[in-house]
Structure formats: structure tokens, C-alpha cells
């Protein structure tokens, strides 16, 4: 039977794994140029990786942007474990780490197809749709406490 673990890292702890994902999901799936998706905030950033079976096959990272802030990004999971549930996983486990942070709101900018999920999260969306890096997204928000 797998099981799925969910594992908050620093970036060095966890940075192979970090951007193994990330490379096969944004790079070679998607396109994004290294220069854009290794931005250079992981180090400041915290990071949640999901393994399964031992294998790590998710990532997403919190970045606060202030006391009151943080942006939830990289969300990531490898395409053979897609529609698990487990990016909605990571997701709720970023936003319960940044509400122990007494964080007030959590922002987003969504790739555009899966804003849905993010919807039954409870993010909210917020102006028009724009363009990163080559590809579709929305900006959203949520209110936490």
C-alpha cells in the first residue's frame, strides 16, 4: 500500500529532491527557462515536499512577503501521481504552516487551468489574467484566521 508523507524542509535540506520536481514538471513539461523557475528565493523560502512510497513527487514553497503576507508558489507534482489529491495536500499543508506564522493572508498567482483547485481552497480571484513565463495565470487570494 503507498503512503503519502508530507515533509516541511529548508531549501538545503531537501534540494535535491526540490528540484528534481521541479525541473521534470516546469522545465521539461512545461517549458519555463531555469533562469525563471531558480529564481533565487528558495533559500529564504520554506518548502513542503510530498513523497510517496519514499519518492519524492510534489514540492510547493512559502515565501512571506511580510508579517502579514505570504505567496505560496512552485506548487509541483510529478505527472504519474497526478489526481491524488496530492497538490490539494500540499496546498492546505502550506496554508495551515503559514496561519501557525499568524500569516493574515496568503497570495497566489495560479496557472490558470487549475484555478478551480485553488477555488475550493478557498482563494478568491483577484484582477485580470496575465502571462509568467509564457504561461496563463491568475492572481488569488486568501484570508486566514
Given at each position: 500500500?503507498?503512503?503519502?508523507?508530507?515533509k516541511k524542509v529548508d531549501?538545503?535540506?531537501?534540494?535535491?529532491a526540490i528540484k528534481a520536481v521541479r525541473i521534470q514538471v516546469f522545465q521539461?513539461?512545461?517549458?519555463?527557462?531555469?533562469?525563471?523557475?531558480f529564481d533565487g528565493e528558495d533559500q529564504a523560502a520554506k518548502h513542503i515536499l510530498a513523497y510517496l512510497d519514499n519518492?519524492?513527487?510534489g514540492t510547493?514553497?512559502?515565501r512571506y512577503l511580510d508579517n502579514q503576507t505570504a505567496k505560496i508558489e512552485r506548487l509541483a507534482v510529478l505527472?504519474?501521481?497526478?489526481?491524488?489529491?496530492?497538490?490539494k495536500q500540499l496546498m492546505e499543508k502550506a496554508v495551515e504552516i503559514a496561519a501557525n506564522q499568524g500569516i493574515k493572508?496568503?497570495?497566489?498567482?495560479?496557472?490558470?487551468?487549475?484555478?478551480?483547485?485553488?477555488?475550493?481552497?478557498?482563494f478568491t480571484l483577484e484582477g485580470e489574467r496575465f502571462d509568467e513565463a509564457g504561461i496563463p495565470h491568475v492572481k488569488m487570494r486568501k484570508k486566514l484566521g
Open positions: 500500500m503507498s503512503r503519502l508523507i508530507l531549501y538545503l535540506e531537501g534540494q535535491t521539461v513539461e512545461q517549458g519555463v527557462a531555469p533562469s525563471l523557475e519518492q519524492p513527487i510547493v514553497r512559502i505527472s504519474h501521481a497526478r489526481g491524488q489529491g496530492i497538490g493572508e496568503v497570495v497566489i498567482h495560479a496557472q490558470e487551468y487549475v484555478q478551480s483547485l485553488y477555488q475550493k481552497l478557498g
